[in-house]
């Protein structure tokens, strides 16, 4: 079944597993997944990698892109979904922008909370910072300190959008049913 002009929005703390969540509601549902480690992980790769004030300048880029895209896609009239590490309170208005977007081409939204136990968080941030398969212009291990209490907290408070929230605890990720959490985003309203 096709899923109605919707915005999923699929937010939390790094390392909390959103890309992996992304991804299996984009391959239930068969609608594109656009995530801002995407685009910055790209120009990281055609521009170069530096250190974090230049990481996050790249972020910031990376996030208009996103929105950019985004918007491309709800323009269309097609269904999407947008995967950010997205606080309530930034200078992004993440709320904010989400809600106008999705007011002006008439989509409906859905959020989904991905969050963990804070010491889950952090040591999978970290074991991903060392491993070295992570793009090394995200500099996780010069800003792990910095993370450190964000992370510890493991959860983030919602967006404040207007449709229904789901939170998905990955804690542990052998008790979560992927294609159950895809399913249950397709038939919310």
Excluded at 37 to 48: G, H, W
Excluded at 158 to 164: C, E, M, N, R
Aim: glycine share 6%.
């Amino acid at each position: 079944m096709p899923l109605d002009r919707r915005l999923i929005v699929i937010n939390g703390l790094p390392a909390t597993g959103k890309t992996t969540i992304g991804r299996a509601i984009s391959s239930y549902l068969h609608i594109p997944l656009f995530s801002k480690d995407d685009y910055k992980e790209a120009m990281f790769d055609r521009l170069y990698c530096k250190d974090r004030e230049w990481s996050k300048q790249v972020g910031a880029a990376a996030i208009k892109i996103h929105f950019l895209v985004v918007e491309s896609c709800l323009r269309a009239g097609q269904s999407c979904i947008m995967e950010n590490f997205m606080r309530r309170v930034t200078v992004d208005n993440f709320g904010e922008r989400i809600s106008e977007l999705c007011q002006r081409y008439g989509f409906a939204v859905t959020q989904v909370l991905v969050k963990a136990e804070g010491a889950t968080v952090y040591q999978r941030f970290a074991e991903r910072a060392m491993s070295g398969n992570r793009h090394r212009g995200h500099c996780d291990l010069q800003c792990l300190a910095e993370h450190r209490p964000t992370l510890m907290q493991g959860r983030l408070e919602p967006l404040d959008l207007p449709g229904p929230l789901v939170e998905v605890d990955t804690t542990d990720f052998a008790k979560i049913d992927l294609s159950d959490i895809a399913r249950l985003v397709q038939f919310l309203r």
